[in-house]
T-cell receptor
Framework: AQSVTQLGSHVSVSEGALVLLRCNYS??????LFWYVQYPNQGLQLLLK??????LVKGINGFEAEFKKSETSFHLTKPSAHMSDAAEYFC????????????FGTGTKLQVIP | NAGVTQTPKFQVLKTGQSMTLQCAQD?????MYWYRQDPGMGLRLIYY???????DKGEVPNGYNVSRLNKREFSLRLESAAPSQTSVYFC?????????????FGPGTRLLVL
């Protein structure tokens, strides 16, 4: 079984401040991890993903995340928030190997304050 | 490429009515998914199709049926709609040699059941 926990359903940051969105996962086998972003009235789009290799993953729009196996975490960061980053962010996990379904977290809404 | 398209965008049904949500992708992907999104619950998998000709239940399949009509199309049917099925429905597809782990989402169908 696999699961994802996103800490904080709402996060507010000032424009230019650090963005940190937290995600912890559980998986019985090595995981594949994802962050998706959803803008209002749109579908989800992939920000970044970790499958194998380098544990620090860079994505679109200046976001990055680090896979930390010892902490079972995959937190999303961006050094400087922009107004256009206001959206809902979803962490997701899939167990590696074979065909496996993706499990999504409950989402974190990011508000950017001017 | 249109990506993943969904019809209709909005629908209002009365309890007991039936309808089919349509989804099509033009990326030659093998896998297709139907999710529902409810506030505070993230995305929950209703049904998925790992390849043409196969379908499997996800987390919340009750009250729904699906058809993988061909490689491009994956429809979701509500035989007798209930107010609990009021939600936003997303179709997604996954596959392709260069980006196998990424799911591509449609814009969603907003369904209200009265």
């Amino acid at each position: 079984a696999q699961s994802v926990t996103q800490l904080g359903s709402h996060v507010s940051v000032s424009e230019g401040a650090l963005v940190l969105l937290r995600c912890n996962y559980s998986s019985s086998v090595p995981p594949y991890l994802f962050w998706y972003v959803q803008y209002p009235n749109q579908g989800l789009q992939l920000l970044l993903k970790y499958t194998t290799g380098a544990t620090l993953v860079k994505g679109i729009n200046g976001f990055e995340a680090e896979f930390k196996k010892s902490e079972t975490s995959f937190h999303l960061t961006k050094p400087s928030a922009h107004m256009s980053d206001a959206a809902e962010y979803f962490c997701a996990v899939r167990a590696s190997g074979g065909y496996q379904k993706v499990t999504f977290g409950t989402g974190t809404k990011l508000q950017v304050i001017p | 490429n249109a990506g993943v398209t969904q019809t209709p965008k909005f629908q209002v049904l009365k309890t007991g009515q039936s309808m089919t949500l349509q989804c099509a992708q033009d990326m030659n992907h093998n896998s297709m998914y139907w999710y529902r999104q409810d506030p505070g619950m993230g995305l929950r998998l209703i049904y998925y199709s790992a390849s043409e000709g196969t379908t499997d239940k996800g987390e919340v399949p009750n009250g729904y049926n699906v058809s993988r009509l061909n490689k491009r199309e994956f429809s979701l049917r509500l035989e007798s709609a209930a107010p609990s099925q009021t939600s936003v429905y997303f179709c997604a597809s996954k596959g392709g040699a260069s980006n196998q782990e990424t799911q591509y989402f449609g814009p969603g169908t907003r369904l209200l059941v009265l």
